[in-house]
């Protein structure tokens, strides 16, 4: 197949353009390399990327709809990845968000439309579940209470993929992420956070006075199910995509410190607004539909990831 792959020099987009590549499907990646974080780290990403066969990029950005047009002809799918993924920057930027998240989106999946593209697969996000109480979710609970205006934006992309799906028939699949780690990982994110403190003797800012609880990831379990989504191409579905087993944030301290092979200095601050205290995700519609099955715990995938930071930064 020929892929449209958006935020391809990203985290998630890296790693799942490395997979489709791999087994033989050509990938257009769509990224405009924003300075969101370290521009560098997506241009390695990048580099590595390039390489390979069947891989071609296009520097550009999804505000701007003569781009995604020109991306897309002759692909069978799109993947869409691209957005500002952090729910603490939007405090600060809400039109950037609006503007990328919301209005980027909508000129995708009007393309995908046009361009009578059979399916688009889409990130959303576990931040859909806002201030819920119960655990864990399931793709069915309520998601009428964002507590982040990145969650807000998630939620906004799948009412606006279903709206397509039932006007013009568009395929459309959503996938809510559960907080995603792995090599080549974010740096705004825990994990690399953690890690650099860590390895440059600083302490380590804990919020939520480390009573948070999350449903981390590792990556490669996470492209798995973007494969099997990309090759299920459903009519109009949401899919939770997580571990399945919820971990204590300390424990994950405590995975990082044995990895890096020291003991951290931590300060306890509260949480920041657009937390959230917990996520737990209920992946029994992954398994059935997709044959998902997430392999990889925090206590292996934590190591790859030190191992890698340690590599790459050459500590
Ligand atoms: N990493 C996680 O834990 C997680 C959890 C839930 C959902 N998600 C979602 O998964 C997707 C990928 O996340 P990620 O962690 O790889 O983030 P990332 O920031 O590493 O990747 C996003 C990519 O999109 C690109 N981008 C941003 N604005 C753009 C624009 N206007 N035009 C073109 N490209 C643009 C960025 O340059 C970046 O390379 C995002 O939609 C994110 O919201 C991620």
Known sequence: MRILLTGAAGFIGFH??????????????????????DPKLKKDRLQYLQGKKGFTFMEGDIRDRATVKKAMEGCDRVCHLA???????????????????????????????LQKIPGLIYASSSSVYGGNTT???????????????????KKDNELLAHTYHRLY??????????????????????????TESLLHDRPLTIFGHGKMQRDFTYVDDIVSGIVATIDKNCEEEVFNLG??????LMDYVRMIEAACGKEAKKEFLPMQPGDTTKSAADITKARTMLGFDPQTT?????????EWYRGYYKI
């Open 243 to 248: 571990c399945g087993k919820t971990e204590e």
């Open 298 to 306: 925090i206590k292996d995938g934590v190591p790859k990831f030190v």
């Open 83 to 113: 957005a500002l993924a952090g729910v603490r920057y939007a405090f600060d930027h809400p039109d950037e968000y609006i503007a990328i998240n919301i209005t980027g989106f909508f000129n995708v999946l009007d393309e995908v439309r």
């Open 135 to 153: 655990f864990p979710s399931k793709e069915t609970d309520r998601t009428d209470d964002p507590i982040s205006l990145y969650g807000q934006n």
């Open 169 to 194: 028939g568009t395929h459309v699949t959503g996938l809510r992420f559960f907080t995603v780690y792995g090599p080549w990982g974010r740096p705004d994110m825990a994990l690399f956070l953690f």
């Open 16 to 37: 799942t353009a490395t997979a489709l590549l791999a087994r033989g499907d050509e990938v257009v990646g769509l990224d405009n390399m924003s300075p969101y974080y």
